[in-house]
Structures are given as C-alpha cells and as structure tokens.
C-alpha cells in the first residue's frame, strides 16, 4: 500500500513542533530576548528562502500578493508564539506540549463557528476528550488539589486559541497558484521585521545580561529547521486545510514529553500521563472513520 506524501509531511511538522518547547525552555533558560528570538530567526528563515526563490531551479517572480499574505500571517502568528517564548520559562516543556496539542479542537470549533466543517458525533467527542485532557493536566498542577492556581499554565491556553486563528487564515487567504517557498520566505521576513523595531524599545541589543554570541546556537539551530518547517507547514495547509495541519500537534506532544526528560529530567508524574493517554484517545477519535477525511478549514 503507498503511503501518501501528507504522511511523511505531518510526520515531520509533528516531530519539529515536539522538538522545539525544549528549545523555547533552553532560550528562556538562558534569557534570551523574546523579540531577539522572534528577529532572528524570522530573518534567517526568510533570507535562506528568498535565497532559493530568486536563485534556485525553480527561480518565480516574486508575487506581491505573496508579500502581502506572508504579513498577515506574521501578524497573527507573532503574538502566539511570544507568547509561547514567555511561558516557556515558567511552564514545563512537557505540560506546555499538551496545552498547545488543543490547537486542532480550537480549530475545529473556529471551523464550526464560520461554517466550515460539520458537527459529527466522533469529532465532537474527540473534541470533550481533548479539552478533558487539558482539565486534569490543569487541575493536577496547582489548582484544586493544592489550592493554588498556576496562572502561566492558564494563561498558556491562549495559544492554541491564537494559533488557530493564524491557522484558519493561513487556510482562507491563500493566494491561488501561489508558490509555498515564497509564502514561507515572506511570512518570516515580515515577522523578524515587525519585531525589530520593538527590540530598541524593549531589549536593545547591547543590554546586559543579554546572551553570548556562543548561546545564540539555538536560534540558529532553530532557523535552519524551520526553513524546512515553514514549506512543509504551507503545503499541507493548501492541500490538506488547517484542521488536518494543527493535527500533527498529536505526533509532537509524546515527542515534546520525551526531549523534555532527555535534556531536563524530571516534569514528570502520573497525571500527566493520565492526561496524555485522554489526548490519544481524543486522537483515536479524531483520526478514525469519517472523522479522518480532511476539511479544508
């Protein structure tokens, strides 16, 4: 049986998105500038891509419709993603994962809200296991039980909520016969450019404490994977929809719990499985029978 390329595509966007929470964790560890981050690899990510669109074999025009959508989807996507930065030095890699993994069902219920997808018994229940998942991850932190509430851990729910409104316009403003390299290229140009000049305001570069040029391998390390992050993001979320997109979160939520041990150790305990197993159950659901057909939403 052949397996189709959007396998090996959301495989490999699930695996980048499991990696990177433990990047986020070693950036905040280090005290890294959010807007740093956010400049720096916006602009290496761009540059290498418009590298390739105006000097490789597959050479194109540069589409100013292109220009203009790569800016709204900076636009929308720089907010969850300083804010996933900022969290990162206070929530653990590992429940972080699991609270962004609630991207899809966010996306799901947008897609309803807009008329874009149909309210199936199976989607729906995957869509309560989901959410369930995220409650007892909630609750078991330092919530009920211990009478106190960890504000990141809530606050971090915005994220996926955010992240599903970039992905539904990423979806919706697609300019047709647009190439992916360019989309890709110019969102990140945009998004390194609309953080740089909050950096003079903010965290100039000079400041103390900044990190050493040495510590900046991350970033860099980050940028170079997101060359590949960004074509494959772009290609599924024309050919497949954002719904189907936001899915490869389920391939990165069990690798962001094992990175996160590798590299940290510990984050660990029985709750967390609990809630772990709840969201596969949600991905059983959301991924089997009539749920599995792909909506462009």
């Known amino acids: ?27 905040a560890d280090i005290n890294m500038p959010v807007l740093h981050t956010i400049f720096y690899s916006g602009m290496i990510v761009g540059l290498i891509m418009l590298g390739y669109v105006l000097t490789g074999p597959r050479r194109r025009k540069i589409d100013l419709r292109v220009v203009a959508y790569g800016f709204g989807c900076a636009a929308l996507m720089n907010t969850p993603f300083a804010i996933n930065l900022v969290l ?8 972080l994962s ?18 874009h997808g149909s309210a ?13 998942s995220t409650l007892v991850l ?27 409104v970039y992905d539904s316009f990423a979806a919706h403003a697609w300019p047709k016969g647009a190439d992916t390299i360019q989309a890709g290229a110019f969102e ?10 909050l950096i003079f305001w903010f965290s100039p570069f000079a400041a103390p404490g900044n990190p050493t040029l ?17 074509v494959v993001f772009f290609t599924l979320i024309t050919e ?12 990165s939520t069990p690798t962001a719990v094992v990175m996160s041990v590798v590299f940290f150790g510990g984050g660990t305990d029985i709750w967390l499985w609990v809630s772990l197993a709840i969201l596969m159950g949600a991905v059983y659901l959301n991924n089997s029978g009539g749920a599995a057909k792909p909506q462009i939403a």
Do not use: C, D
């Open 1 to 27: 049986m052949k397996i189709p390329p959007h396998f090996f595509h959301s495989l490999s966007l699930g695996l980048f998105w499991g990696v990177t929470p433990s990047l986020y964790k070693y950036l």
């Open 88 to 95: 990162a030095a206070y929530v653990p890699p590992t429940q």
């Open 98 to 115: 699991i609270i962004v993994t609630l991207a899809p069902f966010f996306n799901y219920v947008f897609a309803l809200s807009i008329r």
């Open 120 to 132: 199936t018994p199976r989607k729906l229940l995957a869509t309560v296991f989901g959410f369930s």
């Open 138 to 164: 909630i609750l078991s932190r330092e919530g009920v039980i211990s009478g106190h509430i960890s504000w990141p851990l809530i606050a971090s729910l915005s994220i996926p909520l955010l992240y599903s």
């Open 188 to 197: 990140s140009l945009w998004s390194g450019a609309i953080a740089f000049p």
């Open 214 to 230: 040495l510590q900046h391998w991350a970033v860099v390390l980050l940028a170079l994977t997101w060359v590949v992050e960004r």
């Open 240 to 251: 497949r929809g954002a719904v189907f997109t936001a899915q490869s979160v389920y391939i």
